[in-house]
């Protein structure tokens, strides 16, 4: 079975320049996450989609950030216009449960996405 | 504060060795808590999940002490390929997983 895969692995762009970030997640997984890490800090929560609905915003730094999920299936975060603070490692997840106790909904991680702004 | 804290290390231990880890949490809300693992520029991946009554999977235990908001990892028989970063991940249902920045392992032949 497929795991949870994000396009590109690495991107290079000059501040102000546009970039999306995509992910799959894994197949009938409702829930989708997306986490970033930038150098030296902790995985921090962004957005957390139930289906092709945003559940939780509440991570997403600020109005730059837009991630859609249109039919529930791959989700996209564009970054625009992008900033040199916003270099760092992308994260997707997914889970077929929210996480929760038990393992139930635990969260399937892709291998990210590095951004970095010049 | 961070809402997760943990020693980054890195922690450098011989082969078949024992560490342990510690972690501290600061909201008290937190309801579930995990341990991840991620290799160099990998994806973390779930190690083990950490029940208020202890657990144990092969030479992992997890231990979570509830009153003094701390969770630990203890890793028996230490192996080369245990060499990775350790995530303290706290649930406190809402903002779906808290992480800890990690401590890192690296086990010396």
């Known amino acids: 079975e497929a795991g949870v895969t994000q396009f590109p692995s690495h991107s290079v762009i000059e501040k102000g320049q546009t970039v999306t970030l995509r992910c799959d997640p894994i197949?009938?997984?409702?829930?989708l996450y997306w986490y970033r890490r930038v150098m030296g800090k902790e995985i921090k929560f962004l957005l957390h989609f139930v289906k092709e609905s945003k559940q939780d915003e509440s991570g997403m730094p600020n109005n730059r950030f837009l991630a859609e999920r249109t039919g529930g299936t791959y989700s996209t975060l564009k970054v625009q216009p992008a900033e040199l603070e916003d270099s760092g490692v992308y994260f997707c997840?997914?889970?077929?449960?929210?996480?929760?106790?038990?393992?139930?909904?635990?969260?399937?991680f892709g291998e990210g996405s590095r951004l970095t702004v010049l | 504060r961070k809402e997760v804290e943990q020693d980054p290390g890195p922690f450098n231990v011989p082969e078949g060795a024992t560490v342990a880890f510690n972690c501290t949490y600061s909201n008290s809300a937190s309801q579930s808590f995990f341990w991840y693992r991620q290799d160099c520029r990998k994806e973390p991946k779930l190690l083990m999940s950490v029940y208020s009554s202890g657990n144990e999977d092969g030479r992992f235990t997890a231990q979570l002490n509830r009153a003094s908001q701390y969770i630990s990892l203890l890793i028996r028989d230490s192996k080369l390929s245990d060499s990775a970063t350790y995530l303290c991940v706290a649930y406190t249902g809402r903002r779906a997983l808290t992480f800890g920045s990690g401590t890192r392992l690296q086990v010396q032949p």
């Open positions: 997840a997914s889970s077929q449960g929210q996480a929760q106790e038990g393992g139930a909904g635990e969260l399937f």
């Open positions: 197949s009938g997984h409702d829930n």
